[in-house]
């Protein structure tokens, strides 16, 4: 069996005596979208940030395309980079607010020293061109995360961690980001690590559900079995929450 894009064994991170994750293990393949739900202070977001190496985990294995990413020094892990992106919830507080749309999508490109085609990367996210020269507070927020999904695309990654990428937007407004991404996972292959705490949203897109409770995994299983026949309490309580 070929490796799956992402897995990850037995992670831990600790904050002092505090695990906010306790062990955790995943696999995300390509073309997959892997739903990591719970409540919040799950620890959701810190399996995330140690999945794209933003924090660094206590112990356990993050292997990307087979590689082991514990342990390797800054310079290895730079090649690998690229690879897979994390998307915010909130894009503003990641967004240099003085920064226009074409800098922004630009950014990650100049830094690698690579060539780009920033209106591609536009029209390929739904921004039109005359946004090109905005600033992000000229945006509404649905154009905001569209720049964020533009720039975490810019080094054509194979993976994409997404936290909580439409809480904050409008309800129509996520539904468009949704398709959004419906369609670039189609177009691309990407693989998804998508955290929420929405399962209406994870309905829509996921084909594995994972739901952590206090660090750890508590069920998991195909979408539409956890959805419709959750086992846990905490699965429950965020089935019932879905209005
Ligand atoms: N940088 C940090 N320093 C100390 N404790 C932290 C840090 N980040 C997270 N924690 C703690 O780790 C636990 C898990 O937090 P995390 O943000 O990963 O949960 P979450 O499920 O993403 O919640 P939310 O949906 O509210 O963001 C919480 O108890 C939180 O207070």
């Known amino acids: 069996m070929s490796e799956p894009l992402l897995s990850v064994?037995?992670?831990?991170?600790?904050?002092?005596?505090?695990?906010?994750?306790?062990?955790?293990?995943?696999?995300?393949g390509r073309g997959e979208t892997v739903a990591v739900v719970g409540e919040s202070g799950s620890g959701k977001s810190t399996l995330g940030r140690?999945?794209?190496?933003?924090?660094?985990?206590?112990?356990?294995?993050?292997?990307?395309?087979?590689?082991?990413?514990?342990?390797?020094?800054?310079?290895?892990l730079r090649p690998l980079r690229s690879r897979f992106q994390l998307v915010f919830q909130d894009p503003s507080s990641s967004l240099n607010p003085r920064w226009?749309?074409?800098?922004?999508?630009?950014?990650?490109?100049?830094?690698?020293?690579?060539?780009?085609?920033?209106?591609?990367?536009?029209?390929?996210v739904g921004l039109d061109a005359a946004l090109a020269g905005r600033l992000p507070h000229q945006l509404s927020g649905g154009q905001r995360q569209r720049v964020g999904i533009a720039r975490a695309l810019a080094l054509s990654p194979e993976l994409?961690?997404?936290?909580?990428?439409?809480?904050?937007?409008d309800v129509s407004v996520q539904a468009q980001i949704v398709n959004l991404l419906l369609r670039l996972q189609e177009e691309r292959g990407l693989g998804y690590l998508f955290i929420s705490h929405d399962l209406?949203?994870?309905?829509?897109?996921?084909?594995?559900?994972?739901?952590?409770?206090?660090?750890?995994?508590?069920?998991?299983?195909?979408?539409?079995?956890?959805?419709?026949?959750?086992?846990?309490?905490?699965t429950r309580r965020l089935v019932d929450a879905v209005p």
């Open 200 to 234: 209406s949203v994870v309905g829509a897109l996921a084909h594995r559900v994972v739901v952590m409770s206090e660090g750890r995994v508590v069920e998991s299983g195909p979408a539409g079995r956890v959805l419709s026949r959750p086992e846990h309490p905490c």
């Open 100 to 124: 226009s749309v074409r800098r922004l999508i630009g950014e990650p490109l100049r830094v690698q020293g690579r060539e780009g085609d920033v209106a591609g990367l536009m029209a390929e």
């Open 160 to 169: 994409l961690v997404l936290d909580e990428p439409v809480t904050a937007l």
């Open 9 to 28: 064994r037995d992670l831990r991170k600790d904050y002092g005596r505090r695990q906010a994750v306790a062990g955790v293990s995943l696999e995300v």
């Open 50 to 76: 140690c999945v794209v190496r933003l924090s660094r985990p206590t112990s356990g294995s993050v292997r990307f395309d087979g590689v082991e990413l514990a342990g390797l020094s800054a310079r290895r």
